[in-house]
Structure formats: structure tokens, C-alpha cells
């Protein structure tokens, strides 16, 4: 039977190992079957066929008939799916009434008891104090975008320079330009991706720190930057990011 690997790599997806998506297969294209048939066709050892069907009936994809012999029929892939989304949908339903129930109170205590998490930064100077004293913590990851990769941006200069020798496990940055005489200095496992438009700046380090940077005018006033320390913080800032990195394109 020829499947895609999209339609393979699916049904794994969906909970199923390599002899069980095998079994299955087997089993649409050849109608209700017995155990050794169905080792034949699918090439699943008859060693493994009646544990390997036995999964398959456990997950809802077969139907079993008991007799002499056995017989193993495959369920419609319709209702499959809606049995896995039924099952996946109990699940997360379950495991999220566990986390809420026992950890929003304990984070609504933390909250209250934590001291002040997100701080206004007004003025150039005090935004790259920050930028600078969080790039040189950096340990795990490194997200940054930046509207371009250039030395000729006076206000972003430190931050850029500082990190291309920052010694994180990963460094992200996406922006809209790259100065061809800039790409050169770009270290080796640094991974860059372009868009047609980044607005503003942002950085994330370690998905605990996060500042984002405006630009008001051209007076020294007219900088604002926005710093957490807050972890929910970073998450949001980090998912907006990777919305707009798996939209981009590599340098």
C-alpha cells in the first residue's frame, strides 16, 4: 500500500509505533484479516503481531473478533481521528484542572509576595545598561530582533556588538537587514532569519529576562524600554517571537 510520509509521520502522531501503523495499514487496504495475514501483509513479525494488534484495539484503531480464527478489523479513519481528538481532549482537560487546582494558589501567593518584576527604563543610557548587564548573564538562550545588523545604528551599536561575543548555548536574532559588510562578523552556529519588517527591538535571555525597546525621537528622552524579570513575561514575548521567526526567512 503507498502511503505518503506525511500520512506516515501522521499516524505517528497520532499515537502509533512503526509495526502498529504498519498493522493498520494492513488492515485498510486488506478488510478484515486474521493475525498471521496481517503479519504477512504488513510485515510486522509474527512474534510481535498479536501484542502489536493488541495495542491497536487498546487505542481504538481495530475491532476485534473473537473466534477461530481471530479475526482484527480496521476502524474507519474518521472515526479514529475523532476517537483520538475525544481521548487527547479528556486528557488535557484532566491535566489542566491538576495544574490550576494545585498551583494557581500557590502562584497567586508567590505574586503577591514577589517584589516588583517590571520596570520602566527612560533614557538611551539606562536601556543599554540593562540590555548589556543581561546579555552578559546569558547562559542557555539568546533571543534578539533588531529592525537591522548593522554598526550603523548608534542606539543598538553596544547591544549588537556585545552580542557577537556572548557564549550562550543558542542565539536567535531576526531582523529586516543585513549590511553585507556586517555578515562576515556574524560567529559560526549563530542562527539570523530575515522578514520584510521588525519593529523595534526586543530580547530575551534564558526565557527569564525580557526587555523590549522603543525609540520615541532622536533626544535621549525620547528612549523607553520595558524590563521583566518575570518568567509569564518572557513566555508571551518568546511566543510572539517564534511567531514571527517560523514566518521568516534564513539569512
Known sequence: MSVSDATLKALKELGLTEYETSSYLALVEGGQMAASEISTRSQVPYSRIYDVLGRLAEKGFITVSKGRPTLYTAKAPTEVVRLVR??????????????VDELQAIFEQETIATTRDVWLLHGRAAILAKALEMLDSAREEVILSVPALTMELEELNPIIERVLSVKAQRIRVLTSDVDASFKSLIPTGFEVRMRDRVFGAGL????????????????????????SSAPVFAAMASAYFESLWSDSSPL
Do not use: P, Y
Open 86 to 99: 475525544l481521548d487527547w481532549e479528556q486528557r488535557i482537560e484532566n491535566a489542566s484542572k491538576l495544574v
Open 204 to 227: 530575551v535571555i534564558d526565557a527569564r529576562q525580557t526587555l523590549i525597546m522603543l525609540a520615541g525621537g532622536d533626544e535621549e528622552g525620547g528612549f523607553l524600554g520595558v524590563f
